[in-house]
């Protein structure tokens, strides 16, 4: 078996925070989210702030993703105070929930909310992705599902618009500049101690007819300098899908039965709820990544149970990890 052991670093290191003991164990695989945890390209929460906020106020705006996310665009110095408290309470989520927590809130508009609905914004808010009991009409649900995918590709078409783009041109000429400090350093240790990387994201993956990895967070990973494929970083990076919710705890569970992976043996590293949460009740080791302002943020992976919270990657590995059984195990 390959991999090393991990252990709880000691208190008082400066680097690491430890929230909930956890016992030493090998770690053969790591599950690592992109934004904000590894790449600072997407600034994406402004965005999210302004898609959802909009529909919430306005309701589903009409036209192409293109329209749409004109009409939205001319609303962009509005404040949007719930929204932006979501986008923060929510990062990690699929888009696809982030989408149908702004159209359930959009009911209330025409007064066709309903307890079931209002029922669903608060499980949302809770971080849950899943509804499937909640007795609405197989058409309702449909329509939701539709607009939640349009509004979708009006918020990615936005993303681009609103500093994506302008940021990837900076980190193709500085990726350094781009990625969380030590990150490339960290993987790379985790990659020669027989660790195998994995990328995991809310966002769109597509591949073309060779298999090889397309579209806008594959261009974002290849300008960073994160090699993808067999023995390389990154092992393989999943993500979501257009029109089907695939919340992180179903990619990483669908990754640990495909592999064979026994989850306690497997480092979640992440800044968003989402992942977090799956990590800790799947029974792996969890490590947030998050700024030393995000306090709002460190609340909540608090109260999720993450083992471990750190700021960026410098001198984190050496602190985590040792090239031996502990004693006991």
């Not at 696809?96 to 009911?107: H, I, K, P, S, V």
């Not at 969380?180 to 240790?189: A, C, T, Y």
């Not at 960073?224 to 999943?238: A, Q």
Request: charged residues 25%.
């Amino acid at each position: 078996m390959t991999g090393a052991f991990i252990r709880a670093p000691r208190a008082g290191n400066g680097v690491i925070e430890t929230v909930t003991p956890f016992s030493p164990r090998r770690i053969t695989y790591a599950f690592h989210d992109i934004d904000g945890t590894h790449s600072r390209i997407r600034d994406w929460v402004p965005v999210m702030t302004l898609v959802t906020g909009f529909t919430a106020r306005y309701g589903m705006p009409p036209g192409t993703p293109e329209e749409m996310a004109e009409l939205m665009l001319a609303r962009k110095g509005e404040v949007f105070d719930e929204a932006h408290r979501f986008a923060v309470e929510s990062a990690g989520l699929s888009a696809l929930t982030q989408m149908e927590w702004a159209l359930r809130c959009a009911r209330r508009l025409t007064g066709k909310s309903s307890p079931t609905n209002e029922e669903v914004i608060r499980l949302i808010w809770q971080g849950e992705e899943s509804f499937p009991a909640t007795g609405e009409s197989a058409h309702s649900l449909e329509k939701l599902a539709r607009d939640a995918s349009l509004l979708f590709r009006a918020y990615e078409i936005l993303l681009l618009a609103m500093g994506r783009d302008r940021n990837l041109a900076a980190a193709r000429l500085d990726p350094e500049a781009w990625r969380i400090p030590g990150s490339m350093d960290f993987l790379k240790s985790l990659l020669k101690a027989g660790i195998r990387n994995y990328f995991i994201t809310g966002a769109v993956v597509e591949h073309d007819a060779t298999g090889r990895p397309r579209g806008t967070m594959a261009e974002e990973i290849e300008v960073l300098g994160y090699e993808v494929g067999r023995g390389k970083i990154i092992e393989e990076f999943r993500g979501s899908a257009w029109n089907r919710k695939l919340p992180k705890k179903e990619i990483m569970s669908e990754l640990c039965a495909e592999e064979g992976i026994d989850p306690r043996n497997v480092l979640v590293v992440g800044d968003g709820r989402s992942e977090i949460a799956a990590g800790a009740e799947l029974g792996c080791v969890t490590l947030s990544r998050l700024d030393g302002t995000a306090r709002r943020a460190r609340e909540i992976h608090r109260e999720l149970g993450t083992h471990m919270i750190v700021e960026n990657y410098k001198g984190v590995f050496p602190l985590l990890f040792s090239g031996g059984s502990p004693e006991g195990n």
